[in-house]
């Protein structure tokens, strides 16, 4: 296998902390947010995060097929989580410690409860707001009622971090900066 | 090995405070200042401790404040909880009583834990959780957000949910347990 190139293309306006694991091709937007301890890992093909992300504290964020990687805007990675699809659309919610399936590919609006195991052994779309939660990963599907409130929380979750975490860490920069 | 054999550290690991606290050097925290050790608290190595998310506003924020006689196990992470109240977004303090064990790889966000409260390995402390005096929370047990825990009672499973009582006798269970584990807790002998 060849030696994995690194090139990481973050966004300006992008907080990613200094204390972050990055391999591979990865492309972050402007106004994510990535937690200290976090780990992105383009094995496979590169990984492109979209708008407005957070990714906590001892997230993994793993490409190991050969397509590119795309997450879409506004999604939350909770701590600890483990995420390997290779399509993520936007205003998602992977909750701490759960770990979504390359075999997966999420749709917008979808919420994966705390330690949930999402493993399916074919590939499989998950629909707009479906929800996984429980012990056994159970499915549902959300109304959407509170949708504005749940994407004002993000929005405003996302400005807090901008103006906080470059008060207590240092920052990392892209390789054209 | 019995109850009250030594558990030896490397002495470089860790740093070791006047009022007896040890933080491990591989530890994580963010934002020291903001961030109260009561004393004989442990910290150990892969712990993740953010006392950068504080509270907005003029002043000095407490934002994590632990009691005496802590542990908090290897690759915990220990983190503020979140919310809006009145259209403001922000991150509110988390306090921790006295005798408090966390397990390894626990993840918690809660607002207030008590005194003498032991939570297993690999556990989720949801949001805004409220754990009372003696409370115990087995190993692998996720408690949603918002969730509140009385006074000596064990809970377990995902979701986290009551399994029976335990005895009055646990307050000085707990205490004994957790000054036992702080003296056994010593720096390896330099003469080995």
Same mark, same amino acid.
């Given at each position: 296998?060849?030696?994995?190139?690194?090139?990481? &293309? $973050?966004?300006?306006?992008?907080? =990613?902390?200094?204390? *972050?694991?990055?391999?591979?091709?990865?492309?972050? /937007?402007? #106004?994510?947010?990535?937690?200290?301890?976090?780990?992105?890992?383009?094995?496979?093909?590169?990984?492109?995060?979209?708008?407005?992300c957070?990714?906590?504290?001892?997230?993994?964020?793993?490409n190991?097929?050969?397509?590119?990687?795309?997450?879409?805007?506004?999604?939350?990675?909770?701590?600890?989580?483990?995420?390997e699809?290779?399509?993520?659309?936007?205003?998602? &919610? $992977?909750?701490?410690?759960?770990r =979504?399936?390359?075999? *997966?590919r999420?749709?917008?609006?979808?919420?994966? /409860?705390? #330690?949930?195991?999402?493993?399916?052994?074919?590939?499989?779309?998950?629909?707009?707001?479906?929800?996984?939660?429980?012990?056994?990963?159970?499915?549902?599907?959300?109304?959407?009622?509170?949708?504005?409130?749940?994407?004002?929380l993000?929005?405003?979750?996302?400005?807090?971090?901008?103006?906080?975490?470059?008060?207590?860490?240092r920052?990392?920069?892209?390789?054209?900066? | 090995?019995?109850?009250?054999?030594?558990?030896?550290?490397?002495?470089?690991?860790?740093?070791?405070?006047?009022?007896?606290?040890?933080?491990?050097?591989?530890?994580?925290?963010?934002?020291?200042?903001?961030?109260?050790?009561?004393?004989?608290?442990?910290?150990?190595h892969?712990?993740?401790?953010?006392?950068?998310?504080r509270?907005?506003g003029?002043?000095?924020?407490?934002?994590?404040?632990?009691?005496?006689?802590?542990?908090?196990?290897?690759?915990?992470?220990?983190?503020?909880?979140?919310?809006?109240?009145?259209?403001?977004?922000?991150?509110?303090?988390?306090?921790?009583?006295?005798?408090v064990?966390?397990?390894a790889?626990?993840?918690?966000?809660?607002?207030?834990?008590?005194?003498?409260?032991?939570?297993?390995?690999?556990?989720?402390?949801?949001?805004?959780?409220?754990?009372?005096?003696?409370?115990?929370?087995?190993?692998?047990?996720?408690?949603?957000?918002n969730?509140v825990?009385?006074?000596?009672?064990?809970?377990?499973?995902?979701?986290?949910?009551?399994?029976?009582?335990?005895?009055?006798?646990?307050?000085e269970?707990?205490?004994?347990?957790?000054?036992?584990?702080?003296?056994?807790?010593?720096?390896?002998?330099?003469?080995r």
């Amino acid at each position: 296998m060849a030696p994995i190139r690194d090139k990481f &293309t $973050i966004h300006s306006k992008a907080i =990613v902390c200094q204390d *972050v694991e990055l391999k591979g091709d990865i492309t972050i /937007g402007s #106004g994510t947010i990535v937690h200290p301890k976090a780990t992105i890992f383009a094995i496979g093909g590169p990984i492109v995060i979209g708008t407005g992300c957070i990714v906590e504290e001892s997230v993994i964020i793993v490409n190991r097929r050969k397509e590119v990687m795309r997450i879409g805007d506004d999604n939350l990675f909770e701590i600890g989580c483990r995420v390997e699809c290779p399509s993520i659309g936007n205003s998602n &919610t $992977i909750s701490t410690r759960s770990r =979504v399936h390359h075999t *997966v590919r999420m749709s917008s609006h979808c919420v994966v /409860g705390a #330690g949930c195991l999402v493993v399916p052994t074919e590939d499989e779309i998950l629909d707009d707001y479906t929800v996984i939660y429980g012990p056994d990963a159970q499915r549902r599907t959300w109304s959407g009622r509170g949708k504005v409130q749940e994407a004002d929380l993000r929005r405003k979750h996302v400005e807090y971090l901008k103006e906080m975490l470059p008060k207590f860490n240092r920052l990392r920069r892209g390789d054209g900066q | 090995m019995t109850m009250d054999s030594p558990i030896y550290y490397a002495k470089s690991e860790f740093i070791e405070t006047d009022t007896g606290n040890k933080v491990s050097r591989r530890a994580v925290i963010a934002g020291p200042q903001n961030i109260i050790l009561g004393g004989k608290t442990i910290i150990s190595h892969g712990a993740i401790i953010r006392g950068d998310l504080r509270r907005t506003g003029p002043g000095h924020a407490v934002v994590i404040s632990l009691g005496r006689y802590c542990l908090i196990g290897e690759g915990c992470v220990m983190r503020p909880p979140y919310k809006t109240y009145r259209g403001a977004f922000n991150y509110y303090p988390m306090k921790i009583g006295d005798h408090v064990h966390i397990g390894a790889g626990s993840v918690v966000e809660a607002a207030t834990i008590g005194n003498h409260v032991e939570i297993g390995k690999n556990c989720v402390i949801g949001k805004f959780t409220i754990i009372k005096d003696c409370a115990k929370i087995a190993d692998d047990t996720i408690i949603p957000s918002n969730t509140v825990i009385p006074a000596l009672s064990i809970f377990s499973g995902s979701p986290g949910r009551f399994v029976e009582d335990l005895p009055e006798s646990t307050q000085e269970m707990v205490e004994a347990h957790t000054k036992q584990y702080y003296t056994r807790f010593q720096s390896q002998p330099t003469d080995r």
